[in-house]
């Protein structure tokens, strides 16, 4: 099977595209872009190198993507972009190349749902079934961890990690790092419990959502400092992975959690 190009779509020639591969009408797909297997790219969409992107991806009308990132210091230096599998990009959804200030690449993994209008701006590395509702926006260099979902106009500072599991309510606005499986809302984002709802459906035990609970509160209801709360959960750590996720989340962050 080959790929299938619509006629009025514009592909460079240096473009690899694999087996599968459908490019809708009006496209424009620049030098230096790979494009995986199935993968099915809609009418009116632009992507620019260097940009690697995997397998059985739909990219939706209007969005952009591999764009050069949106900062001023950035001088043409040829940073790239890698997608990898089964991840739905809706319209209007921006995700620009890395800057050679940070790692020079922009990472999205495998099997997100990133809906409209979504900006996901240089050096950001986001992991695995992420959902990112409508109009989310991340600043450079921000990193989202494994199953966050990001609520709707939800705004996040440049340098900040959204931990694993953690939600985010719609018009939050974080400037902070935000710990695995918490929720939070409001400006500036507070915490508001554990995503409770979210790590039953991911198959989390009675026993290790009783840890987490306890752990939260460790953290947020004892008065601890962070630095006191960490050495308090290291107690614990071995016994359960998931507390011990935390506790590697909270020793690596350099802007502080919310709180």
Same mark, same amino acid.
């Given at each position: 099977?080959?790929?299938? =190009?619509?006629?009025?779509? !514009?592909?460079?020639?240096?473009?690899?595209?694999?087996?599968?591969?459908?490019?809708? #009408?009006?496209?424009?797909?620049?030098?230096?872009?790979?494009?995986?297997?199935?993968?099915?790219?809609? #009418?009116? !969409?632009?992507?620019?190198?260097?940009? *690697?992107? +995997?397998?059985?991806?739909?990219?939706?009308?209007?969005?952009?993507?591999?764009?050069?990132?949106?900062?001023?210091?950035?001088?043409?230096?040829?940073?790239?972009?890698?997608?990898?599998?089964?991840? !739905?990009?809706?319209?209007?959804?921006? =995700? @620009?190349?890395?800057?050679?200030?940070?790692?020079?690449?922009?990472?999205?993994?495998?099997?997100?749902? =990133?809906?409209?209008?979504?900006?996901?701006?240089?050096?950001?590395?986001?992991?695995?079934?992420?959902?990112?509702?409508?109009?989310?926006?991340?600043?450079?260099?921000?990193?989202?961890?494994?199953?966050?979902?990001? +609520?709707?106009?939800?705004?996040?500072?440049?340098?900040?990690?959204?931990?694993?599991?953690?939600?985010?309510?719609?018009?939050?606005?974080?400037?902070?790092?935000?710990?695995?499986?918490?929720? !939070?809302?409001?400006?500036?984002?507070?915490?508001?419990?554990?995503?409770?709802?979210?790590?039953?459906? *991911?198959?989390?035990?009675?026993?290790?959502?009783?840890?987490?609970? *306890?752990?939260?509160? &460790?953290?947020?209801?004892?008065?601890?400092?962070?630095?006191?709360?960490?050495?308090?959960?290291?107690?614990?750590?071995?016994?359960?992975?998931?507390?011990?996720?935390?506790?590697?989340?909270?020793?690596? @962050?350099?802007?502080?959690? &919310?709180?």
């Amino acid at each position: 099977m080959t790929a299938v =190009i619509d006629p009025r779509a !514009v592909v460079h020639s240096s473009t690899r595209l694999a087996p599968g591969v459908s490019v809708g #009408p009006y496209s424009i797909i620049g030098a230096d872009v790979e494009i995986g297997a199935g993968c099915w790219i809609g #009418p009116h !969409v632009v992507i620019n190198g260097p940009a *690697r992107i +995997g397998r059985d991806n739909k990219i939706f009308q209007f969005a952009s993507v591999g764009e050069a990132p949106q900062d001023k210091k950035y001088a043409g230096e040829p940073t790239r972009l890698e997608i990898g599998d089964r991840n !739905v990009i809706r319209e209007f959804v921006t =995700i @620009s190349r890395g800057t050679v200030q940070d790692a020079g690449v922009t990472r999205v993994g495998n099997d997100n749902w =990133i809906m409209a209008y979504v900006h996901i701006a240089h050096d950001c590395q986001i992991g695995n079934q992420v959902i990112f509702a409508n109009s989310a926006s991340l600043a450079g260099h921000v990193h989202v961890h494994d199953h966050a979902i990001l +609520g709707g106009f939800t705004l996040v500072h440049q340098f900040c990690h959204i931990g694993a599991h953690c939600f985010t309510a719609m018009n939050s606005v974080i400037s902070m790092d935000v710990p695995p499986y918490v929720m !939070v809302s409001g400006h500036m984002a507070k915490p508001h419990g554990l995503n409770v709802e979210g790590l039953k459906r *991911r198959g989390f035990s009675a026993d290790t959502l009783q840890a987490l609970r *306890r752990a939260y509160k &460790v953290i947020y209801r004892s008065k601890l400092t962070l630095a006191q709360a960490v050495e308090q959960l290291k107690i614990t750590a071995n016994e359960t992975p998931e507390i011990a996720a935390l506790v590697e989340f909270l020793e690596k @962050s350099t802007r502080g959690i &919310v709180r």
